[in-house]
């Protein structure tokens, strides 16, 4: 065991949202002594009422690229259409895309979790306003292959079911 994985103690992470600190604490446990769980480890059938707060990205790399492989139903209502089975570089963050895609990025090279709040007007005209958390996880547990993220809204539909949890 390397020392890197021996000594992956996390710091605490800033997250408000105590939904999210609940997600962050379920993959903290799964993580045990590693740098971050396996996508094997996440048993999301144990955690129903948090399904529709979860996406699931999976990490394609040359050129590093983010597909949505699963989004939950309040992360769709909420986007406002759906975004399983899209490239994340392909979706409409406004002008925010660059440093929304970067913390995609930060999480697979820092192989960290990233928790972060955005607040925008889509081109459509649809404003989003949430808080975001991207958890990494790895099959072979030192390199990136797949993200778990939840997000949580703040005075829109996926805060009323969030609240709704609480």
């Known amino acids: 065991m ?23 604490s379920s993959w903290n446990m799964k ?4 740098l971050m769980p396996s996508r094997a480890d996440v048993e999301l059938n144990l955690i129903p009422d948090i399904l529709p707060h979860l996406f699931i990205v ?23 259409e759906e975004i399983t089975g899209r490239l994340m570089d392909e ?8 440093p929304i895609l970067q913390d995609y990025d930060r999480a697979c090279r820092e192989r960290q979790p990233v928790a972060t709040r955005w607040n925008y007007t889509k081109h459509s005209g649809r404003h989003l ?18 993200l ?3 997000a949580t809204g703040h005075g829109s539909i996926i805060g009323l079911a969030h609240d709704r949890l609480a």
Request: glycine share 6%; with cysteine.
């Open 91 to 98: 979706l409409d963050f406004d002008e925010r895309s660059m």
């Open 129 to 146: 306003t949430y808080e975001r958390l991207i958890l990494p996880l790895a099959d072979d547990g030192v390199k990136v292959d797949c």
């Open 2 to 24: 390397t020392d890197e994985i021996r000594n992956c103690a996390r710091p605490e992470l800033l997250v408000d949202d105590p939904f999210l600190k609940r997600v962050y």
């Open 148 to 150: 778990l993220c939840a």
């Open 31 to 34: 993580r045990g002594e590693r």
């Open 58 to 80: 999976d990490v394609l790399s040359l050129p590093r690229r983010y597909r949505v492989r699963l989004a939950g139903s309040d992360v769709v209502t909420e986007y406002g």
